[in-house]
């Protein structure tokens, strides 16, 4: 009664303050709070976000919602990035910059303003954790004494790039060198011993861990967890779309086919490795959790294909889901644009800041989002209009084909990782302009996200 009296006279402003330890995280309903004062800090950035949940409901005469949030300075081993990185999206070295610069590109009408000491202080505290080594990892992960990796990041206030930091990371590493890989689990004395000691041929699935990065969209995730369990069924037994989703698992972890003789023992040499498929069901599921995207299917003529509108793949996994790759076929490709004859689509594949110090000038395409539905983007410097395939691009309805577009900010990652694309779904032919290359103007099913519209738009200035 107490408790609900105080809110009351809050509402009516009889009060304009009310101190609150532990009471309302989550669930309050006062949409007239316009200032919130964090006093007790949290690691966990999700508690963070309930907290500063309480002040963004909108009410009358609410034109702002002010924070104050005291950076108190208890514990050394007290890191500010969580917090910074979950209201801004930022990654470290970009929260670095952003900090330094005063946050310069929050959206329209929000601002975090630090004092001079704060700025300092936070900007140690972040170059700190960027120089957090493998050794002082592996400790910390000890430390926190939790196996499975959604817990360890939800205790430790990590993110996934923190884990893998780049090409070859895997959790099961840390935690085997962690010495918190549970072998007493292990049903025989040959499986222990490989729990315990990897092998050369499982360090080499390990090492394609950063590939299942991606998975962010239900089906994938769904039916990858299903090919790595340990009573999957065989390949011929999958359903047609589970199929074309094996062969996607399957060149995400051999690009070249691993000298395999069939997708099944590609996928049950995979399941002989426990530690392996816990790592990709366990990446999955986080993979989905943590998506800001609303994944769609690519419409009509491509329905049949299990590939979605704003969900993130590696090249290997498209061109498997296409009908490009296919074992005893071809197993590789490097080029910006890939003609699947199988499925009779053209994707594009565009890295959209390009670096001039490793592309040559011939090949640095023109590629820019014109509006959130509408794309610029140029051919090889070999196609002309009258050419097969300019002819392709240019009158794709009329022969029936489609055209995919998947995009990504850069070729490497701040942590140097190769980058994922961000697929954009079907596209038609608007206009075309010039010859080797031609400039094509192509229109959207679907509006890019907001953030890749950002992205893509400002290549072209």
Not at 174 to 192: F, K, N
Not at 259 to 268: I, M, W
Not at 437 to 461: S, Y
Request: proline content about 4%; overall charge neutral.
């Amino acid at each position: 009664m107490e408790r609900t009296e105080a809110l009351r006279r809050l509402r009516t402003r009889e009060l304009n303050c009310l101190f609150a330890v532990d009471l309302f995280n989550e669930g309050l309903d006062l949409p007239e709070i316009d200032t919130i004062m964090l006093l007790r800090p949290t690691q966990s950035a999700t508690v963070f976000l309930q907290q500063l949940g309480r002040g963004l409901r909108r009410a009358k005469d609410k034109a702002v919602l002010t924070v104050l949030d005291y950076i108190g300075q208890q514990r050394r081993e007290f890191r500010f990035d969580a917090k910074l990185r979950a209201l801004t999206g930022l990654r470290r070295k970009a929260l670095e910059k952003a900090v330094e610069e005063g946050f310069p590109f929050l959206p329209s009408g929000s601002q975090i303003i630090l004092d001079r000491v704060a700025q300092q202080t936070v900007l140690e505290n972040i170059r700190e954790q960027l120089r957090v080594n493998r050794k002082q990892l592996v400790a910390e992960v000890r430390s926190y004494g939790e196996p499975v990796l959604e817990d360890y990041l939800r205790e430790s206030g990590r993110d996934l790039p923190d884990v893998y930091r780049k090409t070859g990371d895997s959790w099961t590493s840390l935690i085997r060198e962690a010495g918190l890989v549970d072998i007493s689990q292990a049903h025989d004395v040959v499986l222990a011993s490989q729990l315990n000691e990897p092998s050369e041929l499982e360090e080499d699935l390990l090492r394609r861990m950063t590939a299942m990065l991606c998975v962010d969209d239900p089906e994938r995730a769904e039916t990858y967890t299903k090919l790595v369990s340990e009573h999957a069924p065989r390949y011929d037994e999958l359903s047609d779309r589970e199929q074309i989703l094996a062969r996607m698992l399957f060149f995400a972890l051999w690009p070249n086919g691993g000298g395999h003789t069939s997708y099944d023992a590609g996928l049950r040499f995979l399941r002989s490795y426990p530690l392996v498929c816990a790592e990709i069901r366990q990446l999955a599921a986080l993979g989905v959790q943590r998506s800001g995207y609303a994944p769609k299917g690519l419409g009509l003529g491509l329905q049949q294909i299990p590939l979605y509108s704003h969900a993130t793949y590696r090249r290997e996994e498209v061109l498997a889901a296409l009908g490009y790759f296919a074992l005893g076929g071809k197993s590789s490709h490097r080029e910006g644009v890939a003609w699947c004859a199988e499925t009779k689509t053209d994707a594009f594949f565009v890295t959209l800041d390009k670096d001039e110090n490793e592309r040559a000038a011939s090949i640095m395409y023109k590629d820019y989002a014109m509006s959130p539905e509408v794309f610029h983007w140029e051919s090889q410097n070999a196609t002309s209009p009258e050419s097969v395939t300019g002819r392709r691009y240019i009158n794709h309805k009329a022969l029936g084909s489609k055209v995919l577009l998947f995009t990504r900010a850069r070729q490497r990652d701040e942590n140097g990782m190769t980058m994922p694309y961000t697929c954009l779904g079907q596209m038609d032919y608007m206009s075309h302009s010039g010859s080797k290359p031609v400039a094509i103007v192509w229109k959207l099913h679907r509006a890019m996200p907001a953030d890749v519209f950002v992205e893509a738009g400002a290549v072209a200035h």
